[in-house]
């Protein structure tokens, strides 16, 4: 098994999609530097950590999970708010990974799953499948064989780097992680995560980048890619799959940092400031955040403008005066 060598090939639509996503990290790069944006990297990396869960069933909302992470309670199952705070540990060191060590992955996956799986950073030694809901899209190879084939899988790796384009390379990383499936849970989060470490070395910016959102967007057909890999026993279309979601994802990600760059006033960049994502706020509590004492003054100068840029919306739209109303922060 020492030869091992990936099923895949290179495709005009896997060059099409890394010359692409390559053009918009350019162009990303140049128009923003999101390191110094800390409230557009926290709020992705929380978009990140919600959908890795979510994909693995933790029913915890987006707020639930922002909450979590502010170290506000929560009202939810143990085992779910257990999972935020071990996917929030794990993101937050990503950039200390070595994505090329299996002794790190074992590491991150003892992180990942602290006090909710009993084989913690440990290889499985039952067997597995791979499942989409209730429903098996295959079964994982016996747990005899699984640490030569995480051994064949990052000698693979280590060489690979040196010639196989990083866009290319964790993408066949995440497709054998989970078609090899060597935790006993945990292994969607892991190989999720792992997907973005190998990014992160190559470009510090996927670090923000939450590529997790995108494919939660489109999981059955995440899944339904991976059954039809495992069919035909070669991967292409997972690469194709994969890259086409980053693509898309840059998009978002360049008119997020377009809006952040708008020429905002003194005023709604302090409303914003004041603000969380996706927190619903009462007009008397901004004011009081702020300090004002003028409603009018506050609607004039604060209020209406950031909702003119869409930066803030509505709970009530069709009621602006509604006794109910909040403010949301978008």
Request: some cysteine; proline content about 5%.
């Amino acid at each position: 098994m020492g030869s091992y060598k990936p099923p895949y090939i290179i495709t005009n639509e896997i060059l099409s999609y890394v010359s692409s996503i390559s053009e918009k990290l350019g162009r990303i790069t140049a128009n923003s530097n999101l390191e110094a944006k800390p409230h557009l990297r926290k709020n992705n990396r929380i978009k990140s950590i919600h959908s890795s869960l979510k994909i693995e069933a933790n029913s915890l909302s987006l707020g639930q999970v922002r909450d979590v992470i502010n170290g506000k309670t929560v009202l939810g199952e143990k085992k779910e708010i257990q999972e935020v705070k071990n996917a929030y540990a794990a993101y937050e060191k990503i950039s200390e990974i070595n994505p090329y060590s299996i002794a790190d992955l074992k590491k991150y996956h003892g992180i990942m799953t602290q006090y909710v799986v009993e084989e913690s950073g440990k290889f499985r030694h039952g067997e597995e499948g791979v499942f989409n809901g209730n429903e098996c899209i295959f079964m994982a190879p016996p747990a005899q064989l699984v640490p030569q084939l995480m051994d064949d899988l990052f000698k693979w790796m280590k060489k690979a780097q040196l010639h196989v384009h990083p866009l290319i390379l964790s993408s066949v990383f995440h497709y054998e992680f989970v078609f090899i499936h060597p935790f006993s849970d945990g292994n969607g989060r892991m190989a999720r995560l792992w997907h973005t470490a190998i990014l992160s070395e190559w470009k510090p910016i996927f670090e923000y980048i939450p590529i997790e959102s995108q494919i939660e967007k489109f999981q059955d057909e995440y899944y339904d890619v991976i059954a039809r890999c495992h069919v035909d026993g070669a991967f292409t279309i997972f690469i194709e799959f994969i890259l086409s979601q980053i693509d898309k994802i840059l998009d978002d990600i360049s008119i997020q940092i377009s809006e952040d760059n708008e020429q905002l006033s003194e005023c709604v960049k302090k409303l914003l400031e004041v603000m969380e994502y996706d927190i619903p706020y009462t007009g008397n509590a901004l004011m009081e955040k702020l300090g004002l004492k003028s409603k009018e003054g506050f609607r004039r100068n604060y209020l209406r403008p950031a909702i003119n840029m869409n930066l803030i919306r509505m709970t009530v739209p069709d009621k602006p005066n509604s006794r109910n109303q909040r403010y949301v922060k978008v």
